[in-house]
């Protein structure tokens, strides 16, 4: 993607921008980042992160960083740290040699550490994390000094540095900002930022057994890298008076934090701890299954990095929180693939149907649009022959009222070929299920028009026995069966337990033998379908990206 290519609608970050670009603030450079903390797989929510930063960036002709914030080597592990690679790229943006981690800069965290325990703004603290917690106070209560706050600048430089060298136990010495412990905001009350942890890094083994945590590592780190234009979520707000205090007191380069709100998307969760929880207590597949809202999620289920990209210009960028319909995520692939993805006949339940009439060893080979909204698609020829499948659903011996297709005596459209009439019906003799339709079909009628000029109020989707191929087709529906999940007691209690659904034995038109994972289709009158990865020649498997039905839409007339 070149940069010309995006431009994000207006928002008031941009706004902000302009006027900063108009005021020559920082020469009129912009740099932004994008700091995922590499203990988990992007999500949703994420991207909106990333097309804001990089889509900045490439507006305004000025430069995103990737950079892991990995300070919590319990955590964080290498797995994480390609998928997110693969996950930006695989979104369409590039950050060429500008791939950073805050491990990177655990000596300058160090030695900044230093500078500010010689200016005596920090102090070597011997509380355990309870007692820490005792003398914190709370919203209402002011907390209490800690008895080591008034240590000499000799002794904590001696203290700091013997922790770093390993000489004390993890969890018995931590090192705090000397800030206040009467703040009306607990974060700037005397903060730890530096634990002891013997932990081995994904990057930096075991070097160190002292940590920078996140509140110090990220603020230095934007300012290391010189990012302009701090872009994160809203919950940070409360820790901008700490990231101003550690520059202010290091007197080092100040990017300009602007918080916006996360996205929240209904029936499903973004907080990587739960998502976490879900694959290892296995209520999905893995990290990449179809229903998680990540990225890889979306992509094996179906999903367009273009689609992703618009749903994110669509729910654009605000100050107030506020929970995204899941039908306008989906709204945003279906239109995507409307112009995209080849049409094909694909039968998910299928219903034997004899041609009583046709000729036993005859194929017609009928000629199929491949995307009516893509003229240069072309067409493909599909064979019909004497025995064919249609769906169960579009059947029925007893119909009510409205239902249009399939019934005993009854003609209707097979698409592209014929119209054909239903004359018995055939019964397993136990369950009495149907099992098998006789039809007759019309010669006249073939392509799917009558010269007559007779009507008929359905058009239905079908293969060939002979020519199909078998595919597992798997069906998916929104894991939690609440809006809003993450108000239950635990993950559990809203969990789907059909949100899942395999169809062992569908039958495919033959069109598709070559389909490769990843590639898309809509199977007519079903929606569209992608190949899962775990499809082969010998073994064809789709994922349903999305259903035709368009309830977006409907919000948005019922809305209007
Ligand atoms: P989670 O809550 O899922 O663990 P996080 O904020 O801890 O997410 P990070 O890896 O720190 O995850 O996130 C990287 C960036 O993505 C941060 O700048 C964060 O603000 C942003 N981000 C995370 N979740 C969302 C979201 N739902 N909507 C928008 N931005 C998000
Ligand atoms: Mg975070």
């Not at 932004?32 to 988990?40: A, K, L, Q, S």
């Not at 994110?312 to 039908?327: L, N, W, Y």
Request: charged content about 30%; overall charge negative; aromatic content about 10%.
């Amino acid at each position: 993607m070149s940069s010309d290519e995006i431009k994000i609608p207006s928002n008031f970050i941009k706004h902000i921008i302009d006027e900063d670009i108009k005021n020559k603030k920082n020469d009129g450079k912009i740099q932004t980042r994008f700091p995922p903390e590499p203990n988990g797989y992007l999500h949703i929510g994420h991207a909106k992160s990333i097309c804001l930063n990089f889509g900045i960036a490439y507006e305004y002709k000025g430069l995103c960083n990737l950079r892991f914030d990995d300070t919590n080597p319990s955590k964080e592990e290498a797995e994480y740290v390609e998928s997110i690679i693969e996950d930006i790229r695989w979104l369409g943006f590039d950050w060429a040699d500008r791939q950073y981690y805050a491990s990177d800069y655990f000596d300058k965290l160090y030695e900044y550490a230093v500078q500010l325990i010689k200016a005596g703004k920090a102090f070597v603290c011997d509380l355990s994390a309870d007692e820490m917690r005792e003398y914190r106070g709370t919203l209402t209560e002011p907390g209490k000094d800690s008895p080591f706050r008034n240590r000499s600048v000799e002794e904590n430089l001696d203290l700091f540095e013997r922790m770093k060298n390993g000489e004390f136990e993890d969890g018995s010495k931590t090192l705090r900002a000397k800030i206040d412990m009467a703040s009306g905001n607990i974060n700037m009350r005397d903060p730890v930022f530096y634990r002891i942890q013997r932990a081995t890094h994904h990057r930096t083994g075991d070097r160190w057994c002292i940590y920078p945590m996140y509140d110090y590592a990220h603020c230095v780190s934007d300012s290391i890298e010189g990012i302009t234009h701090s872009l994160c979520t809203l919950e940070f707000e409360d820790h901008r008076p700490l990231y101003d205090w550690f520059l202010n007191e290091l007197g080092i380069f100040h990017p300009q934090q602007i918080e916006f709100a996360r996205l929240n998307l209904t029936y499903t969760m973004m907080s990587k701890r739960k998502l976490l929880q879900l694959v290892k207590e296995n209520h999905v597949h893995g990290w990449n299954d179809p229903r998680m809202p990540t990225l890889s999620g979306l992509r094996r289920r179906g999903y367009t990095p273009e689609s992703i990209r618009n749903f994110c210009d669509r729910i654009g960028v605000a100050k107030a929180e506020s929970t995204v319909d899941m039908a306008l995520l989906e709204y945003c692939i279906r239109e995507d693939l409307n112009k995209s993805a080849m049409r094909v006949m694909s039968v998910l339940n299928p219903l034997k149907v004899v041609i009583t009439n046709y000729p036993e060893d005859q194929t017609d080979e009928l000629d199929a649009v491949n995307n009516p909204e893509d003229p240069e698609a072309g067409t493909r020829k599909v064979p019909f022959s004497k025995i064919l499948y249609i769906e169960k659903d579009d059947f029925m011996e007893d119909p009510p009222k409205k239902f249009f297709r399939l019934a005993p005596g009854r003609e209707i459209r097979l698409r592209y070929a014929y119209f054909v009439t239903c004359t018995d019906v055939i019964k397993d003799a136990q369950s009495g299920e149907v099992i098998e339709l006789h039809c007759t079909y019309d010669p006249e009628t073939k392509g799917g028009d009558s010269p007559d000029g007779r009507k008929v109020k359905a058009t239905l989707h079908w293969v060939s026995a002979r020519h199909a191929l078998d595919a597992e087709v798997r069906l998916y529906s929104n894991l939690f069966t609440n809006e809003n999940p993450e108000t239950g007691d635990d993950l559990s209690s809203f969990i789907n337990p059909d949100s899942l659904q395999v169809l062992p034995s569908c039958k495919v038109e033959p069109a598709l033998a070559d389909a490769s994972p990843g590639n898309r289709f809509q199977f007519e009158r079903l929606g569209y379908f992608s190949v899962d990865p775990d499809s082969s020649p010998d073994h064809l498997v789709f994922n349903r990206t999305v259903t035709l039905r368009d309830t977006w839409a409907k919000i948005k007339k019922a809305k209007k």
